[in-house]
T-cell receptor, first 113, second 112 residues
């Protein structure tokens, strides 16, 4: 299995631009998580899907962030408009189901100038 | 609010030393505690602990959970430079969400 796949691996954009991060979970996994990691705040859960349905999005910072999971093999995290404080590494992780260990993707390093 | 605290924040040792990393938690309706290792990339799963007093072991790494005192330890014996990483502890609560709460991690550096 290829593991969790994320793209792009690096993204540099200017403030105000739209950014879309993509994730393909491990085949057969029912749960998908989006995290943000910074030196200041550590690893923060943004949103969690189970069977393609958003279960908890209380970690999404504000309305500029949105996430979708149109099918079991694809999810996106969109930031519009982006701001410098959004600069972070964004991880996608999947697990077999609720309560199982998570497998993380390689992350997308986002820099907003 | 659920809370996970790891200590120490950082640790520098020499190859061959044994280290103990700590994770304490406050969570409503505890379900499981997980340890992850993060090198210069994504976290990778190490252990999941759900029962008190039962040691999980994988090579030189072992971990145990104390649900009465609300903590877990991760031991690494005969450390190697390849053990250098940030070790993350996460706790999941029972209920519908199973949302994990992560600690800030312990940064371990092993010198040759």
């Amino acid at each position: 299995d290829a593991g969790v796949i994320q793209s792009p691996r690096h993204e540099v954009t200017e403030m105000g631009q739209e950014v879309t991060l993509r994730c393909k979970p491990i085949s057969g996994h029912n749960s998908l998580f989006w995290y943000r990691q910074t030196m200041m705040r550590g690893l923060e859960l943004l949103i969690y899907f189970n069977n393609n349905v958003p279960i908890d999005d209380s970690g999404m910072p504000e309305d500029r962030f949105s996430a979708k999971m149109p099918n079991a093999s694809f999810s996106t995290l969109k930031i519009q408009p982006s701001e410098p404080r959004d600069s972070a590494v964004y991880f996608c992780a999947s697990s077999l189901d609720r309560g199982y260990e998570q497998y993380f993707g390689p992350g997308t390093r986002l820099t907003v100038t | 609010e659920d809370k996970v605290v790891q200590s120490p924040l950082s640790l520098v040792v020499h190859e061959g030393d044994t280290v103990t990393l700590n994770c304490s938690y406050e969570v409503t309706n505890f379900r499981s505690l997980l340890w992850y290792k993060q090198e210069k990339k994504a976290p990778t799963f190490l252990f999941m602990l759900t029962s008190s007093g039962i040691e999980k072991k994988s090579g030189r790494l072992s971990s145990i959970l104390d649900k009465k005192e609300l903590f877990s330890i991760l031991n690494i014996t005969a450390t190697q430079t390849g053990d250098s990483a940030v070790y993350l502890c996460a706790v999941e609560a029972r209920g519908g969400s199973y949302i994990p709460t992560f600690g800030r991690g312990t940064s371990l550096i092993v010198h040759p």
